[in-house]
Structures are given as C-alpha cells and as structure tokens.
C-alpha cells in the first residue's frame, strides 16, 4: 500500500498543471533579462512546450529574436518568412490566426501548415510577437498563444522595472556621491595636512586610510556590497573624523559578528554615521554608537548620538527629499532602501531637540536580485 501510495501524485488535471507551472517557472528567469535574441532564445524551447506546437518564434521590429521547433529545410523555409508574418500584428496589436495559403511551405511532410501570432505588449506598447506554428489550428490553441504571449509581456514588464530600477538607484548613488564628497574631502585633507610637520608617520597613515575610503566610496559599478566592507570603511571614516575632532569625539560599535555577511546597499551606513558626527558634536563633544544586530531573517543596524537633536518636522522635510535639508544624503538612503526592498524597510528617526538622534533600518539576510559585488 505505501508503494502505491508513492506513486501516485495526483489527478492528470494536478499533474498537467505542476508540469505548465513548471516549465513557466523555466522561462520566466531568461525573460527576465530583457527581450534580447539570447534570453529570446533561451526562453523559447519552454514557451514551446507551453503551447505543446510543431514551432515558435519570437520576433521584433528588427526580425526573429528566436526560433524553436522543427528543424532542417522546414526552419529555412518558415524562419524567413517569420518577420512577414508577424509584421501586421506588430502594427496593430491584434491577434492573427493565419492558414495554410499564409504560412504553408508546399512540403508535404512540413509540420507547419498554421500559425497563431500573439502581440507581446509592455505599457500599452507593441515589443514583439510571439508566433506559434501548427498542423492545424484551434480556438483552443489561439486562446492558449494568447495566454502565453500575455505571460511573456508581464516577465518583460517586469524586466523593464527591473532596468529602472537599476537606473535610479544609479542616479541615486552618484547623487549621495556628489553630496558626501564635499562635506567631506576638505576637512579630511585639512586635518592630515596639520600632522604633515608635527607628526608625519600618522599623517602617512591618515592618508592611506583617506585614499581607501575616497576608493570605495567612488568605486564604479556594483549596488550592493556586504555590511562587513560598508562597516569597515565607515572605520576609515571614523578614523578620519577622530583625526579631526580628537577626544571629543567619542564612538562604540557593537556588531554581532553573524550579520557581517549581510548583503545591504552601497553606502547605506556611511552618510548616516557623517550626518551623526556633524550634528552630534554640535555642542562641541558627542559620542555615537553604531550597533548591528541579528534579527533571526533580518540584521538590523541603527546610528544613534547624544548631540543636540532636530525637530521631527525638518527630519520629515529631509526624508521626503526636499531641498534646503542639511541631513547629508538621509532622504537619499531611506529612499534606495525602499526601493530595493519594499516601503516597510526605510528608515526609522526618533529624535527631538536636544534628545540626541537615533537612525534604524532592517535588512532581510536574504532577498532576490540582492547581491555584493566583487
């Protein structure tokens, strides 16, 4: 009886619909990366089996991204002709079925002698086509290419948002590069130029540790990184700002060494531990404390500091982005982080005048498309 058991898996409507699910799930990864002939054509042999014909293709404005099915002179003679035939959908978006005068090649042993061709739509815009080649043609088979062809224009909407996004958070990052570096840049090459006579060696080490974060805070490429290297250079940072301010500055980490391989934006911490220094030793002498913690699914990293504190209401004003703010790049990094992870995971204020000012964010260890750079 538990042999039998084992064996059976379901009805035949379960069954075929864990096989149509999967092979989906197969092609939804190439579709991803855009409607390029590679991911095109990658995608292809599973949207065949999706519609279970002789054929398919896939073709733009330019001609065929992809071809898959029956091969040998039947594809020379049906892979030319393609474009032709998906050229009128292409124009009107509608829904062709076409016959054996249309698509037939007069060999009598060719598979192909129909063709349905679907429109592959992203914001209301014609992109592709997505032709499926049969024997015959069926209500059936034009709903299913229907079908499929709108699955498709979902997976390339969703690769477009995916290059958007991309794109803005970019921008973003050159942005908070071009806000941090000023604050910045000056008073750090001021206070190794004081120890240049008096103490050479530490003015040596203070620009070697300045040359390193000047090299990662305006490295190319890469939107991620791990909160070991993001810490380690809010370090250098620190370095720096002690350089400067000496006893009167005064900062605690306290990191749990689990979360160090967290994977979190490029320069989250950093402009939050900057904006900490700047107003937390308004009063003259302040000390700040950088804590990492392990949340089970989420490593939760907060910036706080004793200093003078703001009024909620110019918090709110830098948060939403508006201009004239002096928070350096706060709207900034709450911004990306919403971005990349959802509005749930932006950051956290509480602070008040003179209650000092304490900055929290979360970041789940794990989530898609979230990867560090080498």
């Known amino acids: 009886m538990f042999a039998r058991r084992r064996k059976h898996f379901g009805t035949p409507a379960d069954k075929a619909t864990y096989a149509t699910l999967h092979t989906a799930s197969l092609a939804s990864p190439h579709l991803r990366e855009g409607l390029t002939p590679a991911a095109a054509g990658k995608a292809s042999r599973h949207l065949r089996d999706l519609l279970g014909t002789a054929a398919i293709a896939i073709c733009d404005s330019s001609g065929v991204l992809a071809w898959d099915g029956v091969g040998g002179p039947y594809e020379s003679n049906h892979r030319r002709d393609a474009k032709d035939l998906a050229a009128p959908t292409l124009r009107s978006g509608r829904t062709a079925v076409l ?47 229907e079908e499929v062809a709108r699955w498709v224009s979902g997976q390339v909407e969703l690769a477009e948002l995916n290059k958007e996004r991309t794109r803005a958070m970019e921008a973003e990052l050159r942005a908070l590069r071009a806000q941090i570096s ?35 805070a305006l490295r190319r490429g890469g939107e991620f990184t791990t909160l070991a290297d993001e810490l380690r250079n809010v370090e250098r940072y620190l370095v720096l700002e002690q350089a400067r301010f000496g006893d ?75 201009t004239g703010s002096d928070s350096v790049g706060l709207g900034n990094v ?19 005048v003179d209650a000092g000012t304490k900055v929290t964010f979360r970041i789940p260890k794990y989530s898609s498309g979230v990867h560090a750079s080498p």
């Open 182 to 216: 000023p604050h910045f840049i000056y008073n750090a090459l001021a206070a190794i130029a004081s120890f240049v006579r008096t103490d050479p060696e530490r003015a040596r080490e203070l620009l070697l540790e300045f040359a390193d974060f000047s090299r990662y």
């Open 248 to 322: 009167r500055l005064k900062v605690s980490l306290q990191i749990a060494p689990e979360v160090l391989p967290v994977v979190i934006p490029f320069l989250v911490v950093q402009p939050l531990v900057e904006n900490a220094v700047r107003h937390g030793l308004e009063a003259g002498a302040g000390s700040i404390t950088i804590r990492a913690r392990d949340r089970i699914n989420e490593a939760e990293i907060s910036v706080e500091d004793d200093g003078a504190g703001s009024d909620p209401e110019v918090i709110r004003a830098a948060l939403s982005g508006e």
């Open 334 to 352: 709450d911004a990306r982080l919403r971005q990349v992870y959802g509005d749930t995971y932006g950051l956290v204020v509480e602070t008040a």
């Open 99 to 145: 016959g054996a005068h249309d698509v037939a090649c007069g060999d009598p042993q060719c598979p192909v002698r129909t063709a349905v061709v679907a429109p592959i739509v992203t914001e209301e815009r014609v992109v592709a086509v997505l032709v499926a080649y049969s024997n015959n043609t069926s209500a059936a088979l034009v709903r299913a290419t």
